[in-house]
């Protein structure tokens, strides 16, 4: 496995030619064989074509965030690097859409947004905002918290443009909201991690900056309790816009999970008396459950305490990153099984559970070889089959390659590998799930 | 196998009075609420997903086409049976067969009404958000496979946003699992691409869709503008300026004639253009927002305005809306609703385009339409007796949807493509894009029998 290394501070080309997306390649044991980086559309075309005619398998990869999304293959003959394509296509605000070249960040877009004379935002926020490209969380599906107000990919995309197996360009959606022409290959598209096309530009509803937003931060002295105050807010009139549990015992140091405490993030947007109110109301419901906490106003101050929930960090250390998906009410007890599991085998994690939505983000470091399979094997027991999902978001191939099926493989036969067959018959992207 | 043989086989599969074979009762089931016709060569009433898996098993074996079919309220042929293809009755497998409150999931079965569940989920306090006009008698199967939109999915997104798994007969008879009541399943998103391909990729027999808690308040608003651009401005200055109101819905001058002729629905017989605002969520806030919308409105000249004043008032703003294309019979006996999407700020100029190609072609067109979506509905009016005339509809209708191609939209919001819509499919897509999707449905139908001749254009 890899050595104790930090992610890279100054990106891209901080060692000569590596880009976050190929550093990361290498280091979760996928040998490389060459690099390209091009600046735009035409050259990835070209690129594309010269690949499909020299039958070269290439991968395309973005700030490295999420590359175990798909399969990671032993070797790659050429790393597409898309950093080099990040601009900003075009922007309608008074349609409130966006399109952005696949290699611009999640944070350099919120930058952009948030400079305009009225303020915008996308309402995107997985970890590693700072690197995570746009296109690579398209391949991806990654998210965040925020999804719980605003949805997915699948929910904020409107068009997407790529480029084909052949070399050819290739364009679905568009941009008006509502889009029922041909398939819906925007969608499709979402999460296949770069095994069907190379996604060269996303075009994506963007919001307007909120009157107000808010952050309450509580805590849960027992799972009843926090299971209880869940239920009660999910049932309540209030719409938070992010709800996180995170554990007060789940620390760097902190070695046992009993006596586990839940730390509560939930944001509110929109209009100032809206805010106020729910602040309030949501003080009182966590009272009548034991929680205590605080509610602060402020927009920097939200997206802060959400973001600092769910980012594991700079540290690159044999990641083991996952992103776990059982139905709602479900969420705390696997949340907490979760955190066993963890403790169990004596490593260090940061967990964080996006509550009404029932997805939990694991990040562990440090995973020793000789453990890794039972690790798997445990982790995946925690969700029976048919009854959601454990994804690798990032891990190396080694654990990878321990994973097995992480599709249906009915579903593999009757439709992704016929799917892959026809799209991509010389086998030019990655393979399929 | 001979056709006599075929007929035997369904009939063993359903039961003998659940096959329609004589042309007398398959021509009940030439058509759908498009314009054209096509006879079945049988018609099979469905139970279970078991009995359709055994259907399209048998007819994938035959190298039969079928297509699936609900109430048939599609509007551009996307039900219609081509080269005498079985339909695929559906509309019998209809529970509802779990609501699951805590974790906002309800499973039913594709035969089910959309207002059926709405009105199965609103004494809990909670609804399925996409709701199309045809609510009342499309089904949940229909909405699916159309990805059908409606009022306030301005808001809260189409249906495809709302379906989060589906159990599916596959084009072979096998079926399948799509996604669970957790979110996010791995790998590229089927579930997405099925939902909206005009039942031409499989069949849904069970469906898990997302539902959500009824907001605390509703606020439902009327103005009155004395032309139809003005509306349309006044829809794109509301959403530039920030505000997302669950809906924003226009219908003209002639519509709103039709629509009090019918049902006395309350607007005003002398406007040329109404808008129906309607807020949502908690009250807080609320009245502020509805002072901005007033402002803007006022701004774009609105001659009155005015609010639903309790949940009657409300209700007949809705039915008035929601009974417009029926309306549309007493204007003419036949209409072909277009249903293509424009940015929003290009409401004024497609409207104004829209206008011209009516007097270009010498047609009556009357316009109700999703204007916060940019989605436009301008009904064509004629007999369907008169060919000529006939002519004329089809290629207005064809113009209108390149207007909306050239102002950077696309041919179909909400209605699909079905049979109708094909040769408009060049406007918006290159043969690159084209081939891709043929690919998909050659990898998952390679037999090509799912519903064949709808979606894509042959090459």
Known sequence: MTP??????????????????????????????????????????????QAFQGRQTVFPCGGGTSLSAGVLPQSVDL???????????????????????????????????????????????????????????????????MRLRYGTLRDLVLGVRGIDSRGREVAFGGKTVKNVSGYDLTKFLIGSAGSLCLITSVAIRVYPLPDASSLCDLIFGTLEELEKFLAALRSSILVPSAVVVTDLAGGPGVSDTAGI??????????????????????????????GLGDARTGRDMM?????????????????????????????????????????????????ALFAANGVIFLYVEGVPEKTAGDLVKDLRDLVPAGGGYVAPVLAHRSLIERWGARVEPALHQVAFQPIKERLDPTGVFPPIL | MERDQILKKLQEIVGDPNVLWKDVDLAVFEYDAGLDKEIPGFVVFTRTAEEVAQVVKLLHGEGISFVARGSGTNLSGGTIPLNRGVVIELSRINRILEIDLPNERAMIEPGVYNLALQNTLAPLGYYYAPD???????????????????????????????????????????????????????????????????????????????????????????AIFKNLEDAGQTVSDIISEGIIPATLEIMD??????????????????????????????????????????????KNGVVSTRRAKDAAERADLWAGRRGAFGAVARLAPSYLVCDGTVPRTKLPAAL???????????????????????????????????????????????????????????????????????KGMPLVFRDSDLEMMQNLKTAIDPKGVCNPGKVIPRA
């Open chain 1, 4 to 49: 104790d290394m930090d992610f890279p501070s100054s990106l891209p080309g901080d060692s000569g030619s590596a880009s976050p997306g190929v550093w990361g390649l290498q280091s979760l044991g996928v040998q490389v064989k060459q690099v390209q980086k091009p600046a735009g559309e035409k050259e990835a075309r070209e690129i594309l074509a």
């Open chain 1, 79 to 145: 790393a597409l690097d898309t950093t080099g394509m990040g601009k900003v296509v075009d922007f309608d605000p008074l349609n409130l859409n966006l399109e952005v070249s696949a290699g611009m960040t999640l944070d350099q877009i919120n930058e952009f947004l948030a400079g305009q004379e009225k303020g915008f935002f996308l309402p995107l926020d997985p970890p590693w905002s700072s690197r995570a490209t746009i296109g690579g969380a398209y391949a991806a599906n990654s998210s965040g918290p």
């Open chain 1, 261 to 290: 405490r839940f730390r509560v993030m939930i944001g509110f947007e929109g209009h100032r008396l809206a805010v106020e109110r729910q602040n309030r109301d949501l003080l009182k419901l966590a009272g009548e459950f034991g």
């Open chain 1, 303 to 351: 997206i802060e305490g959400i973001r600092s929930a769910v980012d594991p960090g700079r540290s690159w250390r044999d990641p083991l990153f996952l992103k776990i998906s059982v139905p709602i009410v479900q969420g705390p007890r696997t949340f907490v099984a979760l955190r066993r599991v963890i403790h169990d085998h004596g490593l260090l994690g940061k967990t």
């Open chain 2, 132 to 222: 199309p006009a045809s609510q009342k008698v499309s089904t949940l199967g229909g909405n699916f496979g159309e990805n059908a939109g409606g009022p306030h999915c301005l808001k809260y997104g189409v249906t495809s946003n709302h379906i989060l798994g589906a159990e599916v007969v596959w084009p072979n008879g096998e079926k399948v699992w799509l996604g669970s009541k957790a979110v996010d399943p791995p790998g590229p998103d089927l579930l997405g691409l099925l939902v909206g391909s005009e039942g031409t990729l499989g069949i849904a027999t069970k469906i898990l869709v997302r539902i959500m808690r009824s907001p605390e308040r509703v606020l439902t608003m009327l």
């Open chain 2, 253 to 298: 001058n002639m519509m709103i004639r039709a629509v009090e002729e019918s049902m006395h629905a309350g607007y005003p017989l002398d406007a040329e253009a109404v808008l129906i605002i309607e807020l949502d969520g908690l009250s807080d806030g609320m009245e502020e927002q509805a002072q901005r919308i007033l402002e803007i409105c006022r």
């Open chain 2, 352 to 422: 104004s385009a829209v206008k011209k190609v009516g007097q270009k072609y010498n047609l009556a067109v009357g316009n109700v339409f999703h204007a916060g979506d940019g989605n436009l509905h301008p009904l064509i009016l004629f007999d369907d007796r008169n060919k000529e005339e006939m002519e004329r509809v089809h290629r207005a209708g064809m113009e209108i949807l390149k207007i909306c191609a050239d102002l950077g939209g696309t041919i179909s919001g909400e209605h699909g493509i079905g049979t109708e819509k094909l």
